[in-house]
């Protein structure tokens, strides 16, 4: 009887042990861990053409829009929100831009104008609906040749596009971002890219940008002053301010100045394709370049990487300035690039 209730008392004592154990296991399973109490730190989504905080989807297919750059359609629309910004001759000494939107969204852009087979192929560097009122033959043939995703104001003058009525033709046709984006529903291009980042210096890396000192700079595509363009650098901004001739550069909806941080002057061979001046221009073969960031200038070499227009230095490539970024194009870097100290400005 003794041992019995000995045998009784011990596998009580196990009994109640086990449950304890239990509801102890139990009660450390709904806790939650120290290291799920600690705030998660989100990483902040980058622009991948800017290097800027994004302040929207990084996902956003780019759009690239042939711009006017007659004396008549300045000042433009929409240029101070363009993350890169090629310009090339179009015509003469008539220059032209092809604006790459990705990270901002304009409410208007333009005055648009027709296309070039080079700014076709700039476009596709960043895989881009392609914007335009009107095209050259070889740009025409390119556009539809290789089935790209276009939107020509030939076609929607009027509906996507639309005249504005203080300016005479064919500088007054403007596009909104709204209606690319109808425009390329309509046609049923998608509107979501995953787009390839360009490289970007850390706050660390600008703080250590080397060349010479260059706070003003000069690109000249004629001699007329309208053909003459003049980079300024203003130390309190930190920050390129660009002129055309004398007249500063702005948004011609809210006069905001276009601001650029980097500045790329690359030398490219330039040949007539026909008597009206419309020009064949390699962006393929390499060669030499001129850089600015941060009030300094150097000398660099550029690349074609997969479409894109980048600078290069002794076979690395250079990294950019978080920022909006104005690319050059100019048939002879010794005379369209000048110092304008060295001018006595």
């Not at 709204?178 to 390839?196: C, H, I, L, Q």
Request: aromatic letters at 10%; proline letters at 5%.
């Amino acid at each position: 009887m003794k041992r019995t209730l000995i045998l009784f008392t011990m596998l009580f004592f196990v009994f109640i042990t086990a449950c304890t154990n239990e509801k102890e296991k139990e009660k450390t399973n709904d806790e939650p861990s120290s290291s799920e109490n600690q705030p998660v730190e989100k990483e902040t989504a980058v622009s991948p053409l800017t290097g800027n905080a994004a302040t929207g989807s990084i996902d956003s297919r780019p759009i690239a829009v042939t711009i006017n750059n007659h004396p008549k359609a300045r000042p433009q629309s929409g240029l101070n929100k363009a993350d890169i910004v090629y310009e090339a001759l179009a015509e003469g000494t008539i220059t032209r831009f092809l604006a790459i939107y990705q990270s901002e969204k304009p409410k208007i852009i333009g005055p648009v104008r027709s296309a070039r087979e080079y700014f076709v192929d700039l476009s596709k560097g960043y895989e881009a609906i392609y914007i335009s009122h009107g095209w050259s033959p070889t740009a025409k043939e390119m556009l539809e040749s290789e089935h790209l995703d276009y939107l020509n104001g030939l076609f929607y003058d009027g509906t996507l596009f639309w005249r504005d009525s203080t300016r005479k033709a064919p500088h007054n046709s403007y596009i909104s971002f709204e209606n690319v984006v109808k425009g390329a529903k309509e046609n049923g291009y998608s509107m979501t890219k995953e787009v390839a980042p360009l490289p970007f210096l850390s706050d660390e890396e600008i703080s250590g940008i080397s060349g010479e000192e260059m706070l003003e700079a000069v690109v000249s595509y004629g001699s007329k002053p309208e053909w003459r363009i003049k980079y300024v650098f203003d130390q309190q901004l930190g920050r390129y301010k660009r002129y055309s001739g004398d007249e500063l550069t702005i948004d011609r909806e809210t006069e905001e100045p276009v601001l650029l941080d980097n500045i790329f002057i690359v030398q490219t061979d330039h040949r007539f394709l026909d008597d009206y001046g419309r020009r064949t221009i390699d962006l393929n073969s390499g060669g030499e370049g001129i850089l600015l960031q941060k009030g300094m200038m150097k000398r660099v070499d550029w690349k074609n990487v997969n479409g894109r227009i980048l600078p290069y230095e002794n076979e690395e490539q250079v990294k950019l300035v978080p920022g909006h970024t104005w690319i050059n194009i100019v048939p002879d870097l010794d005379k369209a690039f000048q110092n304008s100290a060295e001018k006595g400005e």
